[in-house]
């Protein structure tokens, strides 16, 4: 092959990749912009079966909130426990009529990009999997910090809490999406 055929190909290559790395950017800004607008309106978009429902608080309330006890425990401090105020996952799914099967996984997503993902078979435990938006009475924190024993908790609007974790390592903070699948 000749030097000016293999120059050819190595510009053909770096286009291409320039294109695909453009339209990546933009398809990955225009998701961060969507989920920045629930961030902002403090909302959660619930999508299954080709569904899309909007939660806000006014929804969860109307579904049922209650308090509930998890431990926290962030690197480097003594476990916490806490009260949390929220609603029971499998409580919003069944109030929008959400079958869960065995083969079933709920996606958590996050503003930062965050996501979780846990079986049917954890959410349809009793008092489990959690959506809270207060702690101790309060709402979480906005930004991320270095938590100290005695400040407020990070992740606002939202948490997903599952009380069956010991180390508080599988919570979804800046929660704007659940799907599932």
């Known amino acids: ?6 120059f050819i190909i190595v510009i053909a290559l770096f286009i291409t990749l320039i294109i695909v790395f453009s ?3 933009a398809l990955t800004l225009q998701g961060k912009d969507d989920k920045m607008e629930l961030l902002n309106s403090a909302t959660i978009l619930l999508k299954f079966n080709g569904e899309e429902h909007k939660i806000d608080v006014a929804k969860l309330k109307e579904i049922g909130t209650e308090e509930f006890k998890a431990v926290y425990k962030p690197s ?22 959400v ?6 996984q709920i996606y958590f997503n996050a503003v930062d990009g965050m996501a979780k993902v846990y079986t049917a078979e954890s959410v349809k435990l009793p008092q489990n999997v959690y959506i809270a938006y207060l702690v101790n009475g309060k709402p979480f924190n906005k930004t991320s ?15 997903v809490i599952k009380t069956s ?6 919570r979804c903070k ?4 659940i799907e599932v699948k």
């Open 1 to 6: 092959m000749t030097k000016k055929k293999s």
């Open 23 to 25: 339209v990546s950017l």
């Open 165 to 170: 974790d010991k180390f508080s390592q599988n």
């Open 99 to 104: 079958a869960l099967t065995e083969k079933s």
């Open 145 to 159: 910090t270095n938590y100290k024993q005695d400040e407020q908790e990070d992740g606002a609007p939202y948490v």
């Open 174 to 177: 800046f929660l704007v999406e």
């Open 76 to 97: 480097g401090i003594e476990p916490v426990e806490k009260i949390y105020t929220g609603v029971e996952l499998i409580k919003i799914l069944n109030y929008y009529n």
